[in-house]
Nanobody, 123 residues
Framework: QVQLVESGGGAVQAGGSLRLSCKTS????????LGWFRQAPGEEREFAAS????????YYGHFARGRFAISRDNAENTVYLQMNSLEPEDTAVYYC????????????????WGQGTQVTVSS
């Protein structure tokens, strides 16, 4: 059974930082591309970042470039999202997702999802 479990969300003030983690189990982690997405109430799910199966290449959504950094630890079956210079507009539920050998920005392509972790940024 595949599981993705996010953690690290919380409430911060504008300008602060958070580091999200997504621990996976039940899949061949090193063969999977991983992505982070977010969804605010009433909004469509939005691409934040992704990383290739071997960790060689990372991709970022427009709002994440220069502020967020995705990384993975294949020994720990975990993917991370470091978020800096947070803004109130970053408030959303953040989800991690996995798909074998895929690391694109289309959320509909991903096979497995976590339950999400809430990030709230106050001004």
């Amino acid at each position: 059974q595949v599981q993705l479990v996010e953690s690290g969300g919380g409430a911060v003030q504008a300008g602060g930082s958070l580091r999200l983690s997504c621990k996976t189990s039940g899949l061949s982690f090193s063969a999977y591309g991983l992505g982070w997405f977010r969804q605010a109430p009433g909004e469509e799910r939005e691409f934040a970042a992704s990383i290739t199966w071997n960790g060689d290449t990372a991709y970022y959504g427009h709002f994440a470039r220069g502020r967020f950094a995705i990384s993975r630890d294949n020994a720990e079956n975990t993917v991370y999202l470091q978020m800096n210079s947070l803004e109130p507009e970053d408030t959303a539920v953040y989800y991690c997702a996995a798909k074998s050998f895929y690391s694109g920005s289309d959320y509909r392509a991903y096979d497995y999802w976590g339950q999400g972790t809430q990030v709230t940024v106050s001004s």
